[in-house]
Structure formats: structure tokens, C-alpha cells
């Protein structure tokens, strides 16, 4: 950040008087520019023993495969989110079951939620996705995944799947899994 977006003067990054980091810092308008972590919501939608993927249209991971997820926007609700990234990359309606995959990721500053859904009609691509496509266990790209939240997400599902109890499973990707993840895609 260079400017104030409320009165667009020049910012400066130090640490504000009772705080312990730094943050952008107005001195015109005095405003302090809070950064926090953003929320992508998403879904693991199911019809039979089938899983829904995406194959990504868009940067980053172009052509890798996916759960339909992306970036809260305000004024909605975390699964009103989920629902509605469903319909924006995979043209599908779903009802929304429990949140299933809760992921820390702080070295970029993201939380993954994914929820389990069952689909309730047909689907398509919509125009962030180059093809949409149900996957049995066997079928799944597990090598042209596109992001570690996902592999994670799938392989809690088959695990939990034996005895149909899928309890939310907390857990975080660390920096270092990311690069693991990303040297051997
Ligand atoms: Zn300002």
C-alpha cells in the first residue's frame, strides 16, 4: 500500500502507538489500514459416490483441478459464500451439509472453510472453469490437483467415508508444505 484510500495521501509502515507490528499509517488523516486475513469458502459436492472438480480456466493453477471455492465477499455468510462460488465456477446448486475442512494458511494470509454438499441438480462450467467433471475415488487427479487445501479436503473425505462420519478437521499448510506441494506439482 503507497496511499491512504480514504484521503489519498502517502502512507508509512510502522507500528502504531500501543500496537506490537506494523500497519499502514496515515499521518494526514490519521487513519490506521488494517490488514487481516481473507476467507475463501468452498464445497466438496457429492452426488453418489461421485465428487465434483473444477479445472481451473484462471491464474493461478491454470488447468488444475479444484473444489469450487473463492474470496468471501462482505455482507455474506460463510456458507452463503460457499454456495454461491459453487454456482459461479461449477453452474451447480447444492445443499450445504457441515463444515468439513477448516485450514490455516498464514504464510499468505488465507483460511480456508470447506463445506460438504450434495448436489441437487445438473451442472456446467461457468467461466472461471475450463470443464467441470464427477470424479469416482479412483478417477480423482490427485497429480494435477490444484492447491494443497484441496488434496487435504479429498483425502480427509475417502478417509472418513469408511464409516460415514466426517467430523470438521482443523489443521494448517505451513509454508514449507506449500513448497513441498508446489516442487513436486
Ligand atoms: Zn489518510
Redesign the pocket.
Known sequence: MNF?S????T?RFAIPAGDDRPRYL?D????IHYQNPRIVAGTLPVSGSRILLCRRAISPRKGYWTLPAGFMENAETTVQAAARETWEEACAEVDIHGLYTLINLPHINQVYMIFRAELTGGFSAGPESLEVALFEEHEIPWDELAFPTIERTLRHFYADRGDGHYPLHISDITAEDRERYFGSA
Open positions: 491512504c480514504h484521503c489519498g495521501q502512507v496515515c494526514a488523516c490519521g487513519s
